[in-house]
C-alpha cells in the first residue's frame, strides 16, 4: 500500500508565550500513520520543549493537557519536540486526540515555527 505526504499547518509559539496552537486529530492528523515535526533553525537557549496530548476531541488551550511519555513502565521518558534545525518522525501521538508544544522553561524570545508534514495511506 502506498503512502503519501502532505504538508499541515505549523505549530506555532507566538513570542512572549509558551504553548503553541493545538493540532486536533479530527482537524489535522485523524488520515495520518506518522507525523514528521521539523524545527525552527533557532530555539531559546536551554528551553525544553514538550509534546502535550489531550483525551479531549474538542481540546482547547483550558483542557486537561499532559506531557506525552515514552518508553517502558520503568524507563518512561517525555516526548520533546526536535531540537533546533533538526526533524523527527512521531508515531506515538497518532492516537491521541490533540497535540501541541510547550516549552517547560519559559516564554519564547521570538515565534518559533515547527513545521508540519503528515504520512498518511488510502486504502
Not at 513570542?15 to 533553525?41: K, Q
Not at 479531549?56 to 488551550?61: E, G, L, R, Y
Not at 511519555?69 to 523527527?88: E, N, V
Amino acid at each position: 500500500m502506498p503512502s503519501f505526504q502532505a504538508n499541515c499547518a505549523s505549530l506555532v509559539i507566538p513570542i512572549g508565550t509558551a504553548v503553541s496552537n493545538i493540532f486536533r486529530a479530527d482537524e489535522v492528523y485523524e488520515d495520518a500513520v506518522a507525523l514528521i515535526l521539523y524545527a525552527p533553525t533557532t530555539l531559546d537557549g536551554a528551553d525544553v520543549y514538550v509534546i502535550e496530548t489531550t483525551d479531549n476531541i474538542d481540546a482547547v488551550a483550558g483542557s486537561v493537557w499532559t506531557v506525552h511519555r515514552i518508553g517502558d513502565q520503568g524507563s518512561l521518558t517525555d516526548l520533546l519536540a526536535p531540537a533546533a534545525g533538526k526533524s523527527r518522525t512521531y508515531l506515538e501521538i497518532i492516537g491521541c486526540a490533540a497535540l501541541r508544544i510547550n516549552d517547560q522553561t519559559d516564554n519564547v524570545a521570538a515565534e518559533r515555527i515547527w513545521r508540519v508534514t503528515k504520512l498518511f495511506r488510502t486504502d
